[in-house]
């Protein structure tokens, strides 16, 4: 049985930076992994992906520069850092994974529908 669980999420004021973790299970081998985010009344947005098999790593224009993925093998956790956090970063955060093996095309990367399993969610919330 597959089980994504986020922890590390929390409240911080612009500018500062927080560390989002996801504990991986029943998932083996190279696979999709990636965080999404998705604000009140938004649809759900994908922010960081990264490829497990030879960790190719793709960004959103909104995050890249400030946030990186990354995984820790030994650990079976993925990672988010997130530095010079902005207001507009206010969100429910969520960890996925593509669990059947089968991966799109890097240019749909970033979809929701690129995904098959999903975990429960954590909160950010930047103040100004």
């Known amino acids: 049985q597959v089980q994504l669980v986020e922890y590390g999420g929390g409240s911080v004021q612009a500018g500062g930076s927080l560390r989002l973790s996801c504990a991986v299970r029943g998932i083996y081998g190279s696979y999709l992994m990636a965080w999404f985010r998705q604000a009140p009344g938004k649809e759900r947005e994908g922010v960081a992906v990264m490829y497990t098999g030879g960790d190719t790593t793709y960004y959103s224009n909104s995050v890249k520069g400030r946030f990186t993925i990354s995984r820790d093998n030994a650990k079976n956790t993925l990672s988010l850092q997130m530095n010079s956090l902005k207001p507009e970063d206010t969100a429910l955060y969520y960890c996925?994974?593509?669990?059947?093996?089968?991966?799109?095309?890097?240019?749909?990367?970033?979809?929701?529908?690129?995904?098959?399993?999903w975990g429960q969610g954590t909160q950010v919330t930047v103040s100004s």
């Open positions: 996925a994974a593509r669990g059947d093996g089968r991966n799109p095309p890097i240019s749909l990367w970033l979809r929701a529908s690129s995904f098959t399993e």
